[in-house]
């Protein structure tokens, strides 16, 4: 299998996840639309690694996935406390920022 | 249809398997990303996930698909399920116009981003030894648990232990942000408690139910 199918489809995943982070307005979406793009992230990281022969590229994306997993977790903590405060997770109607 | 024609025949299970999770890849990250009820969106990041595992597998990165699913569709999902549960709030519309200028603005900019490392990946293709299939076989213990092991021990032991740091915050900032009023006021009132007892301690060591027993 050439490398570069690998590649389109990991930067298809990535738009697919950017185009959710943009659009969405359920800040549980938009998690879930980061959590796709770090897999594209991913992704991409095994298919140069098998390309090149190296297992560098494993580990990264070791690190990448611990990443996840805390970036999850703290993420919907966030979320959880705001909805206590505020009743919802809109993202447009969180703006407590913007005052 | 060029490409099938010159194509190996030892090649095409790997191709068809890699077609079929592609797709399947592909369309449960649309499914995802364009669903109204959250819980449709999990279970759909969850298929995802696992047909991205099967590509992982196809890659020999066979400890990474494991990973794959233990950690991403086992623990970093059910975590979102959970809050799912407990928000579920469905959305009134799911795609927001206000904005929407800016928002129009970033999609032709992430497009434009899409297009320039699609034509970069599709014009190199044949002329860069990276992008085509590799030459050289691989090792048979290309990715396998020890091999990965071994490498994150040996080259990256202090990213190891950094990561682990990492998680350690988490977890405590995780628990800090979502608790709510209640239950600060109730950790409040056992750090007050158990600062009066170190401070009694503190002021009396010799009282005797305190005092060493050897006299």
Redesign the interface.
């Known amino acids: 299998?050439?490398?570069?199918?690998?590649?389109?489809?990991s930067?298809?995943?990535?738009?697919?996840?950017?185009?959710?982070v943009?659009?969405?307005?359920?800040a549980?979406?938009v998690?879930?639309?980061i959590?796709?793009q770090l897999?594209a992230g991913?992704?991409a990281m095994?298919?140069?690694?098998?390309?090149?022969?190296d297992?560098?590229g494993?580990?990264f994306?070791?690190?990448v996935?611990?990443?996840?997993?805390?970036?999850?977790?703290?993420g919907?903590?966030?979320?959880?406390?705001i909805?206590?405060t505020r009743q919802?997770?809109?993202?447009?109607e969180i703006t407590l920022m913007k005052r | 249809m060029k490409f099938i024609s010159n194509i190996n025949p030892a090649?095409a299970a790997?191709?068809f398997v890699?077609f079929v999770l592609?797709t399947a890849?592909?369309g449960g990250?649309?499914f995802?990303?364009t669903?109204r009820n959250?819980v449709t969106?999990?279970m759909s990041?969850v298929a995802?996930?696992f047909a991205?595992a099967g590509?992982?597998a196809?890659?020999?990165?066979h400890?990474?698909a494991i990973?794959?699913i233990l950690?991403?569709a086992g623990?970093?999902m059910v975590?979102?399920i959970f809050?799912?549960m407990?928000?579920n709030?469905e959305?009134i519309s799911?795609?927001?116009f206000?904005?929407i200028i800016t928002?129009v603005i970033?999609?032709l900019a992430?497009?434009y981003v899409?297009w320039v490392?699609?034509w970069a990946?599709?014009y190199e293709?044949h002329s860069s030894p990276?992008?085509?299939?590799?030459k050289?076989p691989?090792?048979p213990n290309?990715?396998t648990v020890s091999?990965?092991g071994l490498?994150?021990f040996k080259?990256?032991v202090f990213?190891f232990e950094a990561?682990s740091l990492?998680?350690l915050?988490?977890?405590v900032?995780?628990?800090i942000?979502?608790r709510?009023a209640k239950q600060e006021e109730q950790a409040e009132e056992t750090i007050r408690k158990l600062r009066e007892i170190r401070e009694r301690s503190s002021e009396a060591p010799e009282s005797p139910e305190h005092a060493p027993a050897h006299h």
Do not use: C, W
């Open positions: 299998m050439p490398t570069y199918y690998y590649l389109l489809l930067l298809v995943l990535f738009l697919i996840g950017t185009a959710g943009l659009l969405r307005r359920n549980l979406i998690l879930m639309a959590e796709l897999n991913n992704l095994l298919a140069f690694a098998r390309a090149l022969n297992t560098k494993h580990v994306a070791f690190f996935i611990a990443l996840a997993a805390a970036e999850a977790a703290v919907l903590a966030i979320l959880v406390g909805f206590r919802t997770v809109n993202l447009d | 090649n790997e191709m890699f592609a890849t592909v990250a649309l995802t990303v669903r959250p969106a999990v990041l995802t996930f991205l590509i992982y196809s890659l020999s990165a400890f990474l990973l794959q950690v991403y623990a970093i975590l979102f809050v799912v407990i928000l709030r959305e799911p795609v927001s206000r904005g928002r970033g999609v992430g497009g899409a490392a699609a990946v599709l293709r990276v992008l085509a299939a590799p050289v691989l090792p290309y990715g091999t990965v490498s994150l080259d990256f990213p990561i990492l998680l915050v988490a977890i900032g995780g628990i942000v979502s709510s």
